[in-house]
């Protein structure tokens, strides 16, 4: 139950963007595609998340621009290949990010690798450096005939400029995930829109995702509302 605890406090706790040093990028409303609303970021799932050390948690704590978890009370997500990463806090958002909506603030995270998660059923793409949420947007991803593949997957090429040779398209700021060819890129992100299987970010978020990104950094592709997890929004 302390994961439903946690989620029940980010939901109370999400209220606002007061950072002078956060990156805002509005589009035009979402319609989402069939199934629960498209939300801010991730937060931690239902299922997955536990929180480490003694005693009973606190929950986590109100900041202007980020949820925080307790120092010792990390919250943790379990990825599809079963290993874990720790959430130690989340960006605060004034409401569901919309079509070629996304947010970017890092000030005060210390450095590291960056990973990402990729929640699929609400289209929602969230950038963690040591525990801490650093980046989210609304994304594309692979219509029926071209599935998006769930799983953990390692940046494998980088490239500001790709085009590609099976389907004749530019796709700037390339993240290649699979010898296939699926990708994270930049795209119109769009109402009704969808991929051959690679995931479509906004332009100037894939610029920062790219800066942020190394070889050998790990992507987890899921899909929590499938799992009946209600956990993707706060």
């Known amino acids: 139950m302390a994961g439903v605890r946690i989620v029940a406090a980010l939901l109370a706790l999400a209220a606002g963007v007061g950072s002078s040093s956060v990156s805002v990028q509005r589009g035009p409303p979402i319609s989402p595609l069939p199934g629960p609303p498209v939300p801010s970021s991730p937060g931690p799932p239902a299922d997955a998340a536990k929180v480490s050390g003694s005693g009973t948690p606190s929950g986590p704590s109100p900041r202007r621009d980020r949820i925080v978890y307790p120092a010792g009370q990390a919250a943790w997500l379990t990825l599809p290949d079963q290993s874990r990463e720790p959430v130690r806090s ?58 998006t593949p769930v799983g953990v997957y390692p940046v494998l090429e980088r490239a500001v400029a790709h085009r590609s040779t099976l389907y004749d398209a530019d796709m700037p700021y390339m993240l290649r995930l699979t010898p296939d060819g699926v990708a994270i890129h930049a ?35 899921v899909r929590a509302a499938s799992r009946g997890n209600p956990a993707g929004s706060r």
């Open 90 to 147: 989340l960006l605060r958002t004034q409401r569901p990010l919309r079509y070629g909506e996304w947010l970017w603030n890092d000030a005060g995270i210390p450095p590291g690798r960056s990973w990402v998660r990729i929640d699929l059923d609400r289209q929602v793409l969230s950038v963690f450096r040591q525990g801490h949420e650093i980046g989210t947007s609304v994304i594309l991803y692979g219509a029926e005939r071209k599935p």
């Open 187 to 221: 795209s119109k992100v769009r109402v009704a829109a969808a991929t051959h299987g690679c995931i479509g970010v906004p332009l100037d978020f894939a610029k920062k995702l790219f800066s942020a990104m190394r070889r050998g950094d790990r992507v987890a592709i």
